[in-house]
């Protein structure tokens, strides 16, 4: 079949062993003012179909600022649209965040004097995993943990730990300076960097889901959870935060440890207390839809927020946030290239 401009025909890599996909980001090359059909085949075949529906993909010409383009999904195809303004255009599933960003990210917050980076160990492609150690280390203090991307396709985890760190070590910051005379803080930004130079949506080198690992991790399977686990034993966890992405739910929301076999109306009502705080700091947080609610004793103790909030008998929590547009606070569907990408 001869394709065309009108035609463009694509199809989404599976992650290593074959079991999910849905990341997708690569470059478009054309001729300034003409309108390119792309049509992703194999859409239909996805880890996430919900995530599919009312979804728009994100493009950039800068590599900087992110927009959405008009996209539709039928019949198992995905068809975007786009009308060039300059030769080349970048698209993704979201705003890609890089492992070269990754690194200069880290090299950036080391200079702060409360910052130490500690190297917790190697990943499968000889990668290292980094924790951000943030804080006086004073034995009175809370510590939080904050682990990120164990889905690397989900990079609007990054995006948001970029912005907390430089929150966190602005001196002008009075909220971030309050938190570090508290606590210590604990950062993973990058849980799965393997995953993300690859280009996976959930997994590591060897096709690992590593938030189903957290149980019983392997050094052959999944040492990035292996170590951190180590790391967290020596240092306990007062508070731990996961950062996701969620393909199919346009809201921003929190997934609690409700059903841990030690669950605790000491843990529900820190986490009431939690949820309505976030929600006045933050607009696009809302707590009235979410995942249904594990039976008490019912969790899957494999997932990190359960393991965490059962081995250290804290509060736990998964933040979920959309590859779609916010519902609560929609931007325009598809706008000018000028326009950042919220997240």
């Given amino acids: 079949?001869?394709?065309?401009?009108?035609?463009?025909?694509?199809?989404?890599?599976?992650?290593?062993?074959?079991?999910?996909?849905?990341?997708?980001?690569?470059?478009?090359s054309g001729q300034i003012g003409e309108q390119y059909v792309l049509n992703i085949l194999n859409a239909g075949e996805a880890s996430y179909l919900e995530g599919w529906e009312?979804?728009?993909?994100?493009?950039?010409?800068?590599?900087?600022?992110?927009?959405?383009?008009p996209t539709s999904y039928k019949d198992g195809k995905l068809t975007i649209m786009v009308e060039l303004e300059c030769e080349t255009i970048q698209i993704a599933y979201f705003a890609p965040y890089s492992y070269e960003r990754h690194q200069d990210l880290l090299a950036a917050v080391q200079v702060h004097p409360l910052v130490t980076l500690e190297h917790l160990g190697e990943t499968l492609d000889k990668r290292d995993l980094t924790l951000v150690k943030i804080g006086d280390g004073a034995a009175h203090k809370r510590n939080i943990w904050i682990t990120v991307r164990q889905h690397p396709g989900e990079t609007m985890a990054e995006w948001l730990i970029e912005g907390l760190l430089y929150s966190l070590l602005d001196s002008d910051n009075a909220t971030g300076k309050q938190l570090l005379d508290k606590a210590n803080f604990y950062i993973v930004p990058n849980m799965n960097p393997d995953g993300s130079v690859r280009g996976h949506l959930r997994t590591n080198a060897v096709g690992t889901n590593l938030n189903r690992e957290w149980?019983?991790?392997?050094?052959?399977?999944?040492?990035?959870?292996?170590?951190?686990?180590?790391?967290?034993e020596a240092t306990g966890v007062d508070l731990f935060y996961d950062v996701h992405g969620d393909e199919a739910l346009p809201y921003v929301f929190l997934a609690g440890s409700q059903g841990t076999p030690s669950y605790s109306d000491r843990l529900a009502g820190l986490r009431d207390k939690f949820s309505d705080v976030l929600k006045l700091a933050s607009a696009d947080f809302q707590s009235e839809i979410g995942y249904e609610i594990d039976a008490p004793g019912a969790a899957n103790m494999t997932v990190a927020t359960n393991w965490v909030a059962e081995r250290f008998d804290c509060l736990a929590n998964t933040l979920e946030m959309p590859f779609k547009d916010n519902d609560n606070l929609p931007m325009k569907r598809w706008v000018g290239r000028q326009s950042v990408l919220s997240n």
């Fill in 215 to 232: 149980q019983s991790p392997s050094l052959d399977k999944s040492p990035e959870v292996f170590h951190v686990i180590n790391k967290m």
């Fill in 1 to 28: 079949m001869q394709m065309t401009k009108k035609d463009i025909q694509l199809a989404i890599r599976p992650d290593v062993g074959g079991e999910f996909f849905q990341w997708f980001n690569f470059r478009l």
């Fill in 54 to 69: 009312n979804y728009q993909a994100v493009a950039s010409y800068d590599r900087q600022h992110w927009f959405r383009l």
